[in-house]
T-cell receptor
Framework: AQSVTQPDIHITVSEGASLELRCNYS??????LFWYVQSPGQGLQLLLK??????LVQGIKGFEAEFKRSQSSFNLRKPSVHWSDAAEYFC????????????FGRGTSLIVHP | DAGVIQSPRHEVTEMGQEVTLRCKPI?????LFWYRQTMMRGLELLIY????????DSGMPEDRFSAKMPNASFSTLKIQPSEPRDSAVYFC??????????????FGEGSWLTVV
């Protein structure tokens, strides 16, 4: 079975600074990888996903993520954070076979200082 | 395109009352999921359906919880009787379940349940 770890429970950055949120997964084959964002009082919105092709994936809201097989990682990045990016971020790993249902990490809470 | 639609968005009910949460998945999606989110336990998968058939309900906490999907465009999650510890956000999600989409799951806005 697959698993996913988000090592950072909270991340604090200043507005305008760069951001990297970490995600590590465990799965024997090529995984399907996702990042979701949850703003306060809202549902989970898909930011980006990877399941084949270019390992650098562009998403909405200026986010990108890079799949690194050798490190079993799929870290989320943004070059310049805006105050509106303050939210909870979830990494998820899925599979092409088996139950196929993505497994979600516990989330990383992003705090943005003005 | 309309996303996953859930109702009610917010519900406050008294302990012992029946609660019914409703969901309309994205048209054409053949998988539907019910999740529960709490501060203590994070995001938990309660049950999922494939082509309207319940596949795995091992996440349903106890017999007070039940879920149905009578057709491809509607599902309910029922709690009877409700208890204060059921207070949480309940998300419905759907997926087209195909390789082209990477089996991507799309979430609704959630139903925020408070049991007093």
């Amino acid at each position: 079975a697959q698993s996913v770890t988000q090592p950072d429970i909270h991340i604090t950055v200043s507005e305008g600074a760069s951001l990297e949120l970490r995600c590590n997964y465990s799965y024997g084959a090529t995984p399907y990888l996702f990042w979701y964002v949850q703003s306060p009082g809202q549902g989970l919105q898909l930011l980006l996903k990877y399941f084949s092709g270019d390992t650098l994936v562009q998403g909405i809201k200026g986010f990108e993520a890079e799949f690194k097989r050798s490190q079993s990682s799929f870290n989320l990045r943004k070059p310049s954070v805006h105050w509106s990016d303050a939210a909870e971020y979830f990494c998820a790993v899925g599979t092409s076979g088996g139950s196929y249902i993505p497994t979600f990490g516990r989330g990383t809470s992003l705090i943005v200082h003005p | 395109d309309a996303g996953v639609i859930q109702s009610p968005r917010h519900e406050v009910t008294e302990m012992g009352q029946e609660v019914t949460l409703r969901c309309k998945p994205i048209s054409g999606h053949n998988s539907l999921f019910w999740y529960r989110q709490t501060m203590m336990r994070g995001l938990e998968l309660l049950i999922y359906f494939n082509n309207n058939v319940p596949i795995d309900d091992s996440g349903m906490p106890e017999d007070r919880f039940s879920a149905k999907m009578p057709n491809a465009s509607f599902s309910t999650l029922k709690i009877q009787p409700s208890e204060p510890r059921d207070s949480a956000v309940y998300f419905c999600a759907s997926s087209p379940r195909n390789a082209a989409s990477g089996n991507t799951i799309y979430f609704g806005e959630g139903s925020w349940l408070t049991v007093v």
